[in-house]
């Protein structure tokens, strides 16, 4: 997360977008997209009548996963 915290604004929202895709959820009618980025979690605030990222947002932790779990697909083997 510290080095997470260095970086600038582009590179931080670069870094996110280049994170694994995780799941994605509607919040207020936005889409809220959920990336892994090593031991960090990223969301992007995405707004479809707009077309445009509207902010990102960083997290430690599983505590904020929580309102993607129902949205996970995972592939069976």
């Known amino acids: 997360m510290e ?5 600038s ?3 931080k929202a670069e870094a996110i977008m280049q994170g694994t895709f995780l799941a ?3 919040e207020n009618g936005l889409v809220v997209q ?3 980025i090593g031991s ?3 969301e992007v605030y995405y707004d479809r009548l707009a077309n445009r990222i ?3 947002r960083v997290f430690e ?3 904020l996963v929580t309102p993607y779990l129902a949205h996970i697909k995972f592939n069976p083997r």
């Open 3 to 7: 080095q997470y915290q260095l970086l």
């Open 61 to 63: 932790g599983t505590q």
């Open 54 to 56: 509207l902010r990102y």
């Open 34 to 36: 959920l990336y892994n």
């Open 9 to 11: 604004e582009q590179e």
């Open 40 to 42: 960090i979690y990223g």
């Open 24 to 26: 994605d959820r509607e």
